[in-house]
């Protein structure tokens, strides 16, 4: 709807793979080199992570477009299947026919080895590509490496590359799957733009698409560095959104009211939370940490000195009594008189022993 506004020949942010808008940073070049590593390589796994939208597939992509014409791709991008579905897509990239009636999977491996065995003496190399590969069960994972046994002895006959989220690590951290662990040559974890990226990435994209010159002032870059986190995918939906709405609006470029008004369209009610903490300075925030922190032990410290001056009373006897409590207590008789008023038994008043002693000795006279 804008292109025609702008003078696009087509729509710079679409958020399709297409590896002719893969902008090359130094990230995206050493994912690229990796994954070239592991197709020239003798065999084995290559890894390639990252956090969703940061570019694994056009990277991807971009290597299908250098892949050598004696290298035979299959390529799954959907890796829920079964061990047996698993198979026989990858006989289906590779045009392997294999009997659809009775088939189990030790037909299906053998219709692959025999394959790979045809490709390996025609001086033909076989790569598997799988995307999404966190969505692969542990069974499903272990059948694929054990597909990287069938090799000759110089030579793996099948070389592997796996896409996926960084949930993709913690599967492959597990004990259970240390053997295909082991296998992986080499593995690279694609991370987002910097933000002065963001800016080669914005006017990259721009001029593959035909603009005469940059759209978004720096101020709006930068801004839309914080915004999207520097995830190409994000970029490209906030940047496809303000496009549209400084047409609408009739304006050249894109300023920051409009790309603000795109980030609420995008995100939603998220938007007025995270705009509202991007509007704090950061010295505020750390400010306000270090008061939080600083409250917090300081009571802990308080609570730790009042409890240590206020020992509790070792027995009953040392409470001091209250004057409720002293005015129950019944009042002591005089002592008589003549009665001695130390005794043995700590002065309680009363005759003492002796006296009973002589008032015995009269009652037996």
């Not at 053997?179 to 001029?207: F, K, M």
Request: proline letters at 5%; charged letters at 25%.
């Amino acid at each position: 709807m804008y292109r025609d506004y702008f003078g696009f020949k087509e729509a710079p942010f679409s958020i399709a793979p297409d590896p002719r808008y893969l902008y090359m940073s130094e990230q995206h070049r050493e994912a690229l080199a990796h994954l070239l590593y592991g197709v020239n390589s003798e065999g084995g796994f290559v890894l390639l992570t990252g956090e969703v939208g940061t570019g694994k597939t056009t990277v991807c992509r971009c290597l299908l477009e250098q892949i050598p014409k004696n290298v035979d791709v299959a390529f799954i991008f959907n890796p829920k299947l079964t061990v047996e579905e698993l198979l026989s897509t990858i006989c289906d990239e590779l045009r392997i026919t294999y009997p659809t009636e009775h088939k189990s999977i030790k037909l299906l491996v053998d219709c692959i080895n025999a394959r790979l065995l045809d490709a390996h003496a025609s001086g033909r190399s076989t790569l598997l590509i799988i995307d999404e590969a966190q969505n692969l069960s542990r069974g499903v994972l272990e059948q694929i490496r054990l597909l990287t046994n069938l090799e000759t002895n110089r030579r793996k006959l099948l070389q592997i590359i796996l896409l996926g989220q960084p949930e993709l690590l913690l599967t492959l951290a597990e004990p259970k799957l240390r053997q295909l662990s082991q296998r992986i040559i080499a593995r690279y974890h694609l991370g987002p733009l910097s933000r002065s990226e963001v800016g080669a990435y914005v006017n990259h994209r721009l001029i593959i698409a035909g603009a005469g010159g940059s759209l978004f002032p720096k101020a709006a870059l930068a801004r839309l560095h914080k915004l999207s986190g520097g995830v190409p995918r994000v970029i490209n939906v906030l940047c496809d959104r303000a496009l549209l709405g400084a047409y609408a609006e009739g304006k050249q470029i894109v300023d920051l009211k409009t790309l603000k008004r795109a980030a609420r369209e995008v995100f939603g009610q998220a938007f007025r939370m995270k705009e509202r903490f991007l509007r704090f300075p950061q010295w505020a925030i750390a400010v306000a940490l270090l008061l939080t922190i600083a409250s917090v032990l300081i009571a802990t410290q308080y609570r730790w000195t009042r409890g240590s001056h206020m020992d509790p009373p070792s027995t009953a006897e040392s409470q001091p009594i209250s004057t409720q409590h002293r005015k129950a207590i019944p009042k002591m008789e005089k002592p008589l008189k003549g009665a001695g008023s130390g005794t043995p038994e700590g002065g309680r008043h009363g005759s003492s022993p002796r006296d009973h002693v002589k008032q015995s000795q009269s009652g037996r006279d």
